[in-house]
């Protein structure tokens, strides 16, 4: 776990300000991250789980659609990838493919909210959340792409979508 988190992110005053980043902006998720943290019995597995001290990464992933039908590809090498399509059910039922433990690169929820992104090729990173948990949150919580839109207006991102694709 050591090698994804960020120096900043390892310190006690990283770990502080990531936890209070994510009670402040996702907290209909703080009860998941502590049940998954307390699974890992590691000591930095509750900063790792909130995706807001990842080092940065560039998910290499395009995509094309159209008339209701999404043409996806991943274009990280099949080492880079957990390749694992999940079925979970945290707030409510939710199935995509997952990365960096329980973020999502794309997938779709019970209301049929379909969420999917790509990288647009910008290499810049702030303070924020990885984009693979901000999908994940939006297919938590959101019903409709009206309130994934207004919901994402509000979240810090780490690393911009470019663009964030909602079919």
Not at 70 to 89: A, C, F, G, K, M
Not at 119 to 136: D, E, N, Q, S
Request: with cysteine; glycine share 8%.
């Amino acid at each position: 776990m050591e090698g994804l988190l960020t120096a900043k992110g390892r310190t006690l005053q990283g770990a502080d300000r990531v936890q209070a980043l994510f009670h402040a902006h996702t907290p209909e998720l703080v009860p998941v991250l502590n049940r998954l943290a307390g699974q890992l019995h590691r000591p930095e597995a509750d900063v790792l789980l909130t995706h807001a001290a990842l080092r940065p990464f560039s998910p290499a992933c395009t995509q094309n659609g159209q008339n209701d039908t999404l043409l996806r590809n991943y274009d990280l090498p099949p080492h880079r990838r957990e390749q694992t399509i999940v079925s979970s059910r945290f707030l409510r039922p939710v199935i995509g493919m997952q990365d960096m433990l329980r973020g999502l690169l794309d997938g779709m929820n019970d209301a049929t909210l379909a969420l999917s992104l790509t990288w647009g090729g910008r290499c810049v990173h702030g303070r924020g959340f990885a984009i693979l948990i901000v999908v994940r949150y939006l297919l938590e919580t959101c019903d409709t792409v009206d309130e994934a839109v207004d919901r994402l207006q509000s979240l810090p991102i780490a690393v911009p979508p470019s663009p964030l694709s909602i079919p």
